[in-house]
């Protein structure tokens, strides 16, 4: 069974920074795509930046690049988003799941076998 959980969100200022920690289990190979996913109330769920494991290639909306990292702490099972450069649009609930990732197709989207956990809340103050 594949969980994967998000810890961490917060209150942030305009300019500010915050990690989000996704916390994956269950996976037996590198043949999969971790992918941060955001939400608006009233708006569709968007793709936000991904990692593919079986060669660590990674892409970003156009929305964050130059702004959001995303890395992986293999030995903890941890993928994390490093957002800087925060904004009051990137105010938002952010998922991970399992993810679609192709940066040639600029694709992030989920996993057909990808479901979606509760999220973390992460504000930002103008």
């Known amino acids: 069974e594949v969980q994967l959980v998000e810890p961490g969100g917060g209150l942030v200022q305009a300019g500010g920074s915050l990690r989000l920690s996704c916390v994956a289990s269950g996976f037996t190979d590198d043949d999969y795509a971790i992918g941060w996913f955001r939400q608006v109330p009233g708006k569709e769920r968007e793709g936000v930046s991904c990692?593919?494991?079986?060669?660590?290639?990674?892409h970003y909306a156009d929305s964050v690049k130059g702004r959001f990292t995303i890395s992986s702490d293999n030995a903890k099972n941890t993928v994390y988003l490093q957002m800087t450069r925060l904004k009051p649009e990137d105010t938002a609930v952010y998922y991970c799941?399992?993810?679609?990732?192709?940066?040639?197709?600029?694709?992030?989207?989920?996993?057909?076998?990808?479901?979606w956990g509760q999220g973390t809340q992460v504000t930002v103050s103008s």
């Open positions: 990692m593919y494991f079986g060669d660590g290639s990674t």
């Open positions: 799941a399992q993810a679609v990732c192709d940066s040639d197709y600029d694709l992030i989207v989920l996993a057909e076998s990808g479901s």
